[in-house]
């Protein structure tokens, strides 16, 4: 085994720790891992994320099902739904270069990273149904399984909050319930890059492998870990990674221009506080109490 196998397979662990944990994330680390560890070409390491995410879920989804934290109605028509839009995005990835797909990874890497940091609002107070409504399960699903199909991310980091927010499922249970949507449209959006792009199944054999023990680790830390905690501190290292596989993408003269890794230093200040003022709730406006009456009942 080479030393880049190894530190890809040893890496490759945190993909299914992410999963068991937070019901997502696979992606946001394997495209990164396959592309600028193991060195694979881009659409190559889509192509091989999609089949380690997937197995991963597949095999991650059992300690949640264990404990009751899988909700199979929602999570099968989701899945299904989902499955459909992830095998066009596969076919359609076919017709893009692969630099935008690596820029349109970032950008949802991103996207998906803020809203992880400033969580959910507003879910506490509401009744959680048993099931959620199956036209919005389906429209979301299509929309969701068509990014994931093109480029490869966007799992479960839109999965959870579409659970999420739908119907105000709790974070574990949308957890549990996310691993099987993320099966599902992975092996779809799989099986659209297989009619265009070929995969080296050794190395994806031993990524799944470690990603697959990763994830029994993932699913043993769940809900020992605060979840409020995990979700803001994953969200950050998203942030910087996707500012690494964009910075990636841009020409030499301007990767190495030290005015623009200055500027988007800056950038990254005013958004992180914009984000944590969005946070901070206004303080619950106090009444001044009412002046008691000389002579009260409370003394008789």
């Given at each position: 085994?080479?030393?880049?196998?190894?530190?890809?397979?040893?890496l490759?662990?945190?993909?299914g720790?992410?999963?068991?944990?937070?019901?997502g994330?696979?992606?946001i680390?394997?495209?990164?891992?396959?592309?600028?560890?193991?060195?694979?070409?881009?659409k190559?390491?889509?192509?091989?994320?999609?089949?380690v995410?997937g197995?991963?879920?597949?095999?991650?989804?059992i300690?949640h099902?264990?404990?009751?934290?899988?909700?199979?109605?929602?999570?099968?028509?989701?899945?299904f739904?989902?499955?459909?839009?992830?095998?066009?995005?596969?076919?359609?990835?076919e017709?893009?270069?692969?630099?935008?797909?690596?820029?349109?990874?970032?950008?949802?890497?991103?996207a998906?990273?803020?809203?992880?940091?400033?969580?959910?609002?507003?879910?506490?107070?509401?009744?959680v149904?048993?099931?959620?409504?199956?036209?919005?399960?389906?429209?979301?699903?299509?929309?969701?399984?068509?990014?994931?199909?093109?480029?490869?991310?966007?799992?479960?980091?839109?999965?959870?909050?579409a659970?999420?927010?739908?119907g105000?499922?709790?974070?574990?249970?949308?957890?549990?319930?996310?691993?099987?949507?993320?099966?599902?449209?992975?092996?779809?959006?799989?099986a659209g890059?297989?009619?265009?792009?070929?995969?080296?199944?050794g190395?994806?054999?031993a990524?799944?492998?470690?990603?697959?023990a990763?994830?029994?680790v993932?699913?043993?830390l769940?809900?020992?870990?605060?979840?409020d905690?995990?979700?803001?501190?994953?969200?950050?290292f998203v942030?910087?990674?996707?500012?690494f596989?964009?910075?990636?993408?841009?020409?030499?003269?301007?990767?190495?221009?030290?005015?623009?890794?200055?500027g988007?230093?800056?950038?990254?200040?005013?958004?992180?506080?914009a984000?944590?003022?969005?946070?901070?709730k206004?303080?619950?406006?106090?009444?001044?109490?009412?002046?008691?009456?000389?002579?009260?009942?409370?003394?008789?």
């Amino acid at each position: 085994m080479t030393a880049t196998l190894a530190l890809t397979v040893g890496l490759a662990v945190l993909i299914g720790v992410s999963l068991g944990l937070l019901g997502g994330g696979g992606s946001i680390l394997a495209v990164p891992l396959l592309v600028y560890v193991a060195d694979l070409p881009a659409k190559e390491a889509i192509a091989t994320s999609l089949l380690v995410v997937g197995a991963t879920s597949a095999v991650g989804v059992i300690p949640h099902a264990r404990a009751h934290r899988v909700r199979w109605r929602t999570g099968l028509i989701f899945g299904f739904a989902g499955m459909t839009g992830a095998y066009a995005g596969g076919r359609l990835a076919e017709f893009i270069p692969a630099g935008f797909l690596l820029t349109g990874f970032a950008v949802m890497m991103l996207a998906t990273a803020v809203a992880m940091i400033r969580g959910r609002r507003g879910a506490e107070g509401r009744p959680v149904p048993h099931e959620l409504p199956v036209l919005r399960v389906i429209l979301d699903g299509v929309v969701v399984g068509l990014v994931t199909g093109l480029v490869g991310a966007g799992g479960g980091f839109l999965v959870v909050p579409a659970l999420a927010l739908l119907g105000g499922l709790p974070m574990p249970v949308a957890v549990g319930t996310s691993l099987v949507v993320i099966a599902m449209k992975s092996f779809a959006g799989l099986a659209g890059y297989l009619s265009s792009v070929s995969i080296n199944w050794g190395l994806a054999a031993a990524v799944t492998a470690a990603a697959i023990a990763g994830s029994f680790v993932g699913g043993r830390l769940a809900g020992r870990i605060p979840a409020d905690i995990l979700r803001k501190a994953f969200g950050w290292f998203v942030v910087v990674m996707g500012v690494f596989v964009l910075g990636q993408q841009l020409p030499e003269e301007l990767r190495t221009n030290p005015l623009l890794w200055t500027g988007v230093g800056v950038a990254a200040v005013i958004v992180a506080l914009a984000v944590l003022r969005g946070r901070r709730k206004p303080e619950p406006r106090r009444e001044p109490a009412a002046p008691v009456p000389v002579g009260s009942a409370s003394g008789h």
